[in-house]
Structures are given as C-alpha cells and as structure tokens.
C-alpha cells in the first residue's frame, strides 16, 4: 500500500517570494491534514478537510497562507508571501476518516532566507 | 481551550529500564481517542499506539503500554525494555474531530 507522498523534500526561499506543497492522501483517505512543525515543537494543525471540505482552518494564516483539495483527493497547500517564521517542516497527514488514526508523508523542510 | 500537555520537554534512560513519558490533556468531550506517536530525527511520524475513551483495558502493543486513567486525564506511555532505537521524540496527541498534538518529550536511551 503507498504511503502519504509530499513533495518537494526540501524548498529554500527568500522571504516575500511564494511556495507551494504538494500532498497526494492514501487511497481511499477521505481526512487530509496539513501540519506546520517548527524545530523543538509539536505539529501545529493549519487545516483539516474532510473530502474536499474544510472541516477546521482556525490555525491557518489566511493573510498568505491557502490550501485546497480539489475533487477530493490530492492538496496543495500554498505560502504567499513566505516570512523567516514561515521555516518549518510541513507535514501531510491522512486518515480513513474523522478520529481515526493519523498516516504521515516525510514531510516538506521550508527554509525561508 | 482543549490542550494536550506533555511536562517533560527531555528525559534519559538506561538501555534495558522501562520508561514512562507524560500525557495529559484536557477535553469536555466524553468520546475522544487518544494517541501516541514518534519521531525519530529523521523526521518521520511513526504511530505507536492508541486508546479509545471508553476502551475499559489500557492498551497495549509490543513493548509499548499506554497507563490510561480517564478521571484523572492522563495517558501515559510506557515503554519496557528501551532500546537505543528508541531515542526520539515522542508526541501525545488527542482526537475528536480534530487532531491535536502535545509539545513532546525528546527520550535518549543512554547504553
């Protein structure tokens, strides 16, 4: 069974410039999460869509930062413009559904200059 | 504000000795579940084990125990036997509807 994939790996920016993170769920996962995970901390929830739908953005920047997940599926989560205490691993999550247990992808390392 | 704490932020542990890492939290919800994970300096989140709010028996899976006690809101995870592989950081997180995370503790197995 294929895991959670995110890409890119790792993305180096200069502050006011834009980045995108890509995360494809495992297969039949109806909840997708996008976490910010600064160095030394605990995952911080930015969103939470269940299906296509937004189920909590209440963390989420929403000045630069914006995430959809169109038909469902796979999710972008964008950063525009980026600022230095955007730096952070982003991490994908996916679940079979509201409560279950979480599936994580590697995560994106954003460093932001 | 439904938090989930973890008061140890660093703990040590001799190769072979059981350890316990703190977990509490706090919900007004009567169904929850409650879950551990870790994360090994590779960056990677590795599911552990989980614990529903009205499971009667405190769950357990290998060498990892989960000292559940609703009353109190604590779930505490125990590892036996520490292995140096067990050097990580280790997060409690509570789920009901969404998904919350604690800060971590950061566990070093000392050989």
């Keep these: 069974e294929a895991g959670v994939a995110q890409s890119p790996r790792y993305k180096i920016i200069e502050k006011r410039q834009s980045v995108a993170f890509w995360c494809n769920p495992i297969s039949g996962h109806a909840t997708l999460y996008w976490y910010q995970q600064i160095l030394g901390q605990g995952p911080k929830l930015l969103i939470q869509f269940q299906n296509n739908g937004v189920v909590d953005d209440s963390q989420l920047p929403k000045d630069r930062f914006s995430a959809e997940r169109l038909k469902g599926v796979d999710s972008t989560l964008k950063i525009q413009p980026a600022k230095l205490e955007d730096s952070a691993v982003y991490l994908c999550a996916s679940s079979f559904g509201i409560s279950e247990k979480l599936f994580f992808g590697s995560g994106t390392q954003l460093s932001v200059l | ?111």
């Design chain 2, 1 to 111: 504000a439904q938090k989930i704490t973890q008061t140890q932020p660093g703990m040590f542990v001799q190769e072979k000795e059981a350890v316990t890492l703190d977990c509490t939290y706090d919900t007004s919800d009567q169904s929850y579940g409650l879950f551990w994970y870790k994360q090994p300096s590779s960056g990677e989140m590795i599911f552990l084990i989980y614990q529903g709010s009205y499971d009667e028996q405190n769950a357990t899976e290998g060498r990892y125990s989960l000292n559940f006690q609703k009353a109190r809101k604590s779930a505490n995870l125990v590892i036996s036997a520490s292995q140096l592989g067990d050097s990580a950081m280790y997060f409690c997180a509570r789920n009901f509807n969404k998904f919350y995370f604690g800060s971590g503790t950061k566990l070093n197995v000392k050989p």
